[in-house]
């Protein structure tokens, strides 16, 4: 392990007050910057060090005094920052519209200077919370709520939120569609809402429509911009020469952690693991409760008073695509005569009827198509379900040297040392080892060091041959 530290090329804060700009970066020793796939908007923390010279003093003095005296950090104010690896990876939020002040608290006070922890979110953390930007189309007359899922979802972060990162947002392509007048909603709300309900166009492992086998999405912010992607696709993986590649066609970055000096790796990978922790490696009974594998849907329809129940079961390799090699092998008692596991849950849900509507349809339309399904509970509940417990089972946290290319959602492929009595020690292919996804990121740096913190996630075991 080496000294390696970020090129701290900005870091401002702007006052609300009189525009005031103030650079921090020889105030801050320590940020920490942090993604994540559950988490709408991205977070800095700085611990800032404040001296009492940061702002002038405006009594006519050509004296300073502190940031928090000189009247800023009270909240919401403009932050610009950027950073760069060694490797000439950046991360820019240097727009005036990119980041805000969320809270600031004091951690420490003595007689020559203060420190404090100064947290800070994408702008549109805020914005989601305005009432203006409530999901409603007495806000927004000419935005329709309605269409294929994916479509919605850019509608909301382009014409709801405004967002100067619209433009950048990576969506998947959804195979349903949505209608709703919005429900007075936040934006935030609404999005998590249409990731649990969404279908991605695309095929299964077995080259099914993905219609009634699998569904759920992730809707979340990177340093590259937003996010709504099909969980299939974010843990799509496939074997190519040399490697593997995800789903945009881009080479899965490869770690080893061998316990050896950092010479010591193979021209095959990227990186060092520094530091490593299994945390959990499989739950079968939280699986079995949840119905993880198995489970039944009792969908009412009180249109025609049908009442269908659909029973969904993996098939030993989760639903879709997966990372790994396999799911866990269950005993034979919870397994049918077909070999599949047995269903361990039900539920009992309406379906999605009677109130369904396109865009601005006249009453006497809406009555005309009071039987249609707005979204089809049948292809969703259960498959959504067990999409997000099956992939997200398996944890791990490692430490690497700082790398800002990596962003949540991302693959990487990791090799842990097997554990076993052999004399030459090998990679755990059978259980450890294999391709994650990046659920949680976090970059660290200080005066002279910086790391990315990962935890990664998956649902099956072994490599990918």
């Not at 006052?15 to 908007?41: A, C, H, K, Q």
């Not at 030459?424 to 200080?446: E, N, Q, W």
Request: hydrophobic letters at 35%; glycine letters at 10%.
């Amino acid at each position: 392990m080496h000294d390696r530290a970020f090129k701290f090329n900005k870091f401002e804060i702007k006052s609300n007050v009189d525009d005031t700009t103030v650079d921090l970066r020889s105030g801050t020793p320590r940020f920490e910057y942090r993604e994540s796939i559950f988490m709408p908007y991205v977070e800095l923390t700085a611990y800032i060090i404040d001296s009492g010279n940061t702002v002038p003093a405006n009594d006519g003095t050509d004296a300073g005094v502190g940031l928090l005296d000189g009247g800023l950090g009270q909240g919401t104010e403009t932050i610009k920052f950027k950073i760069e690896d060694e490797m000439g990876n950046k991360i820019d939020f240097g727009g005036d519209n990119d980041l805000r002040v969320a809270s600031v608290s004091s951690d420490y006070q003595g007689f020559k200077n203060e420190s404090y922890a100064m947290k800070i979110v994408s702008k549109e953390a805020f914005d989601n919370t305005l009432l203006k930007n409530r999901c409603t189309t007495e806000n927004y007359k000419q935005l329709k709520f309605s269409g294929k899922i994916s479509d919605v979802a850019r509608s909301i972060v382009n014409v709801v939120l405004e967002s100067p990162r619209a433009q950048k947002m990576n969506s998947d392509e959804t195979l349903n569609e949505f209608h709703s007048w919005g429900q007075n909603v936040t934006p935030f709300d609404m999005l998590l809402e249409l990731q649990q309900l969404a279908i991605p166009n695309t095929q299964t492992s077995k080259g099914k429509t993905a219609k009634g086998n699998t569904a759920g999405y992730l809707f979340f912010q990177t340093s590259t911009g937003y996010q709504f992607r099909s969980l299939d696709g974010l843990m799509f993986s496939k074997k190519v020469s040399g490697g593997h590649i995800d789903m945009n066609g881009n080479i899965i970055r490869r770690y080893l952690e061998n316990n050896r000096g950092d010479e010591d790796l193979p021209a095959s990978f990227d990186g060092k693991i520094l530091w490593s922790n299994m945390s959990r490696s499989v739950d079968a009974l939280h699986q079995f409760e949840t119905g993880g594998y198995a489970g039944e849907v009792i969908v009412f329809n009180e249109i025609t008073k049908k009442l269908p129940t659909i029973t969904l079961q993996s098939e030993g390799k989760g639903n879709g695509i997966i990372a790994g090699r396999k799911l866990p092998t269950l005993n034979k008692d919870y397994l049918d005569s077909d070999g599949k596991a047995l269903p361990t849950v039900q539920h009992i849900v309406r379906q999605a009827v009677g109130q369904s509507h396109i865009g601005n349809d006249s009453l006497e339309t809406q009555i005309e198509k009071t039987d249609v399904i707005n979204y089809n509970n049948e292809d969703i509940i259960l498959q959504a379900q067990q999409n997000y417990h099956q992939k997200m089972e398996m944890s791990a946290e490692i430490i690497i040297d700082a790398d800002l290319s990596l962003n949540a959602g991302d693959l990487i492929y990791c090799e842990f040392p097997e554990l076993s009595t052999k004399v030459t020690t090998i990679g755990s292919r059978t259980r450890k080892s294999g391709i994650y996804m990046i659920a949680d990121l976090c970059h660290y740096g200080d005066k002279a060091n910086s790391f990315t913190g990962l935890h990664l996630v998956r649902g099956s075991f072994g490599v990918k041959t």
